[in-house]
């Protein structure tokens, strides 16, 4: 009923930079939270950031100050600008988002991940 789709992921240097992007279509009534999280192989998913409608970003302290979360509300779009990447940035990174898709009904949905690898 509803999907995200990640795109923007590849191979960059450390100190380099990505931008993720994630678009959320089909049955969207409004959208709350949109976020991003990653996984690293042996690791946990982690939050990466995460922004409501309307309000400010949260980030954990491993990324902040490189990483700048926003979105258009216009376009159900969420976007991830990493700046200063390092070698431990290197994970699968999945966007996220609290969809209410009728009056009645929240989903909470994930995209299909995009990978990010930092090496030189």
């Known amino acids: 009923q509803v999907q995200l789709v990640e795109s923007g992921g590849g191979l960059v240097q450390p100190g380099g930079s990505l931008k993720l992007s994630c678009v959320a279509s089909g049955s969207i009534f409004s959208i709350n939270v949109m976020g991003w999280y990653r996984q690293a192989p042996g690791k946990q998913r982690e939050l990466v950031a995460s922004i409501p409608s309307g309000g400010g970003p949260t980030y954990p302290d491993s990324v902040k100050g490189r990483f700048t979360i926003s979105r258009d509300n216009a376009k159900n779009t969420v976007y991830l600008q990493m700046n200063s990447l390092k070698p431990e940035d290197t994970a699968a990174y999945y966007c996220?988002?609290?969809?209410?898709?009728?009056?009645?009904?929240?989903?909470?949905?994930w995209g299909q991940g995009t990978l990010v690898t930092v090496s030189s």
């Open positions: 996220n988002a609290d969809v209410r898709t009728t009056f009645w009904t929240y989903l909470e949905v």
